[in-house]
T-cell receptor, first 117, second 115 residues
Framework: AQKVTQAQTEISVVEKEDVTLDCVYETRDTTYYLFWYKQPPSGELVFLIRRNSFDEQNEISGRYSWNFQKSTSSFNFTITASQVVDSAVYFCALSEAGSGGYQKVTFGTGTKLQVIP | DTGVSQDPRHKITKRGQNVTFRCDPISEHNRLYWYRQTLGQGPEFLTYFQNEAQLEKSRLLSDRFSAERPKGSFSTLEIQRTEQGDSAMYLC?????????????FGPGTRLTVT
């Protein structure tokens, strides 16, 4: 069974600080996908990134970066120079590649990030 | 390019009533998913369609829940004889079937309150 753990329930940082959101996953599959989604106060989940299990390269997109380490089953998300607009709940998610390409996605419980001006 | 839309955005109903929600996916997306999200939790998978075929249902989807996607486009989720425990945000998502793209794009959700 697949499982995603986001141990940090809430984090508060002061604007311009860097912040890392932790994600640890469990899966028996060798082929899987990891995702991060952002859920702002408006409620709509916004896709941020997808990473497959064969690609351990870290990725940077503007102020966002992701560190994927299979050895520790972690897929951490760092926001550099945080801004108030980054305040949201962030979800890490895992999908095992099923037959026919269907992927059931399992979400973590989310980390609520508050960026204080 | 319009995103996933859901209607209504909010629904308040009395216990025992039936409710129906609608989801319109992104037009070129063949796959459609329903999730339920309660306060402080991540979305939980309910069911999945590929075109008009319902291919998987979670054990969370009791007999009071039914979902359809009759023409492979929009989908409806009906809850019969609602209970207070059904109060949650119901999210719809869609994804394409080609191109190796597996991310799901979510709608704004329908917030259900059962009184």
């Amino acid at each position: 069974a697949q499982k995603v753990t986001q141990a940090q329930t809430e984090i508060s940082v002061v604007e311009k600080e860097d912040v890392t959101l932790d994600c640890v996953y469990e899966t028996r599959d060798t082929t899987y996908y990891l995702f991060w989604y952002k859920q702002p106060p408006s409620g709509e989940l916004v896709f941020l990134i997808r990473r497959n299990s064969f690609d351990e390269q870290n990725e940077i997109s503007g102020r966002y970066s992701w560190n994927f380490q299979k050895s520790t089953s972690s897929f951490n998300f760092t926001i550099t120079a945080s801004q108030v607009v980054d305040s949201a709940v962030y979800f890490c998610a895992l999908s095992e590649a099923g037959s026919g390409g269907y992927q059931k996605v399992t979400f973590g419980t989310g980390t609520k990030l508050q960026v204080i001006p | 390019d319009t995103g996933v839309s859901q209607d209504p955005r909010h629904k308040i109903t009395k216990r025992g009533q039936n409710v129906t929600f609608r989801c319109d996916p992104i037009s070129e997306h063949n796959r459609l998913y329903w999730y339920r999200q309660t306060l402080g939790q991540g979305p939980e998978f309910l069911t999945y369609f590929q075109n008009e075929a319902q291919l998987e249902k979670s054990r969370l989807l009791s007999d009071r829940f039914s979902a359809e996607r009759p023409k492979g486009s929009f989908s409806t989720l009906e809850i019969q004889r609602t209970e207070q425990g059904d109060s949650a945000m119901y999210l719809c998502a869609s994804s394409p079937i080609t191109g190796g793209s597996y991310e799901q794009y979510f709608g704004p959700g329908t917030r259900l309150t059962v009184t």
